[in-house]
C-alpha cells in the first residue's frame, strides 16, 4: 500500500540566478569587469552619477570637474575648447550642478581692482568644509581699549663726547646720501635723527665722511632689508673703531740765543739782539733818571 511523503517537494524548484547565486551574471543589462584601481582615480558618489533630475551632460561635466587638480581652469571658454559640446550646452549644465548644489560660484574682487569668479566644486551638496590652512576659531577681536602695537625700538647708537650742531648735520648728510649706494638703505627723518650721533662718534675718533659712508655700505647683505635703520644702528656699534691715539701738547719752543753785546756802561758782555747798556747798568740808570 502507497503512503504519502509529506516532506516530499511538490515539484522541482529553479536556479534564481540573483537569489541562489548572486554573483553570477545576469541574462540581461550591463556585466561589470573591474580591475581594483590603485592609481589615477577618483571617488565620485552615486547621488551625482544617478541623479535623477539631472542632465545626462550636467553630469558627465560634474563628474570631470571634481576629477580634475585644484587651480584647474573650468570657465565656459576652457570647457568649449575642451568639448565638442558648445558654450550653450555647456553653460546650461553649469546652470543644473549649480542649481543641485554641485557647484557654487561667487564674484570677487581681486587686489588689482579685477573681478573674478570663484568656483567651489562639491561632491555632497549642502556640505561645506572650511578652506585650507583656515581654522574653524572665530578670530579674536582686539580690545577697545588696548593700544596699537608699538613699533620696535632701534638699538642704541655709540654717543659723541661733543656735540656741536654742524657735526650732527655732518652726519645727517652721511644718512641721506646712503641709498645712492644702496637704495633699500632710504631713510626716515626719524630713523636719521636716531642714527645721527652715531655717525657723529665716528667723525670725532678722525673718520672722514666718505670714509664713514664705505663702512656703513661694504659688504651688505644679499637679502632684503627689512629694518635699514636697525641694521646701521648695529654696524654703528659693533664696528665702532677705537679713539685716536693721545696727542700730547707741543712744547713752548725755546727762547732765542741772542749773540753777545759789550755793555756801553760797564764794557762787560751780554747777550742781547742788539747793542746797548747791560741789564745791570739799565737798573743803576732807571733811579736816576727817576729822580731827576
Not at 558648445?86 to 553649469?94: C, D, M, S
Not at 548644489?101 to 574682487?109: N, P, S
Not at 574653524?136 to 593700544?147: E, F, G, Q, V
Request: aromatic share 4%.
Amino acid at each position: 500500500m502507497d503512503s504519502e511523503n509529506p516532506s516530499a517537494p511538490s515539484r522541482v524548484q529553479s536556479r534564481i540566478p540573483g537569489k541562489n547565486h548572486p554573483h553570477a551574471r545576469p541574462n540581461s543589462g550591463v556585466v561589470h569587469d573591474n580591475v581594483r584601481l590603485t592609481e589615477n582615480f577618483t571617488v565620485i558618489g552615486n547621488d551625482l552619477t544617478q541623479h535623477k533630475e539631472l542632465s545626462l551632460l550636467a553630469i558627465g561635466l560634474g563628474c570631470y570637474i571634481q576629477s580634475v587638480r585644484p587651480g584647474t581652469a573650468i570657465d565656459i571658454k576652457t570647457l568649449a575648447a575642451r568639448f565638442p559640446e558648445g558654450p550653450t550646452r555647456i553653460a546650461a549644465a553649469l546652470r543644473e550642478l549649480e542649481t543641485h548644489g554641485y557647484l557654487r560660484r561667487t564674484r570677487l574682487r581681486a587686489p588689482t581692482g579685477r573681478i573674478v569668479t570663484r568656483t567651489v566644486s562639491c561632491n555632497r551638496p549642502g556640505h561645506r568644509t572650511t578652506t585650507p590652512g583656515t581654522t574653524t576659531r572665530p578670530a579674536r577681536r582686539p580690545a577697545p581699549d588696548k593700544p596699537p602695537p608699538r613699533k620696535r625700538r632701534l638699538p642704541a647708537v655709540p654717543q659723541p663726547s661733543y656735540t656741536s650742531p654742524a657735526l650732527l648735520q655732518t652726519a645727517v648728510d652721511v644718512l641721506a646720501g646712503l641709498r645712492r649706494h644702496d637704495p633699500r638703505l632710504l631713510l626716515s627723518a626719524t630713523d636719521a635723527d636716531h642714527l645721527a650721533p652715531g655717525v657723529a662718534a665716528w667723525l670725532e675718533r678722525d673718520f672722514t665722511p666718505t670714509a664713514v659712508r664705505h663702512a656703513l655700505t661694504e659688504n651688505l647683505p644679499n637679502e632684503p632689508l627689512i629694518r635699514p635703520a636697525a641694521f646701521l644702528a648695529h654696524r654703528l656699534a659693533a664696528q665702532l673703531p677705537p679713539p685716536p691715539p693721545f696727542r700730547p701738547p707741543a712744547p713752548p719752543a725755546p727762547e732765542p740765543r741772542h749773540p753777545f753785546q759789550i755793555c756801553d756802561g760797564c764794557d762787560r758782555a751780554f747777550r742781547a739782539p742788539a747793542p746797548g747798556r747791560c741789564r745791570d747798568c739799565r737798573e743803576l740808570r732807571q733811579p736816576a733818571s727817576t729822580a731827576a
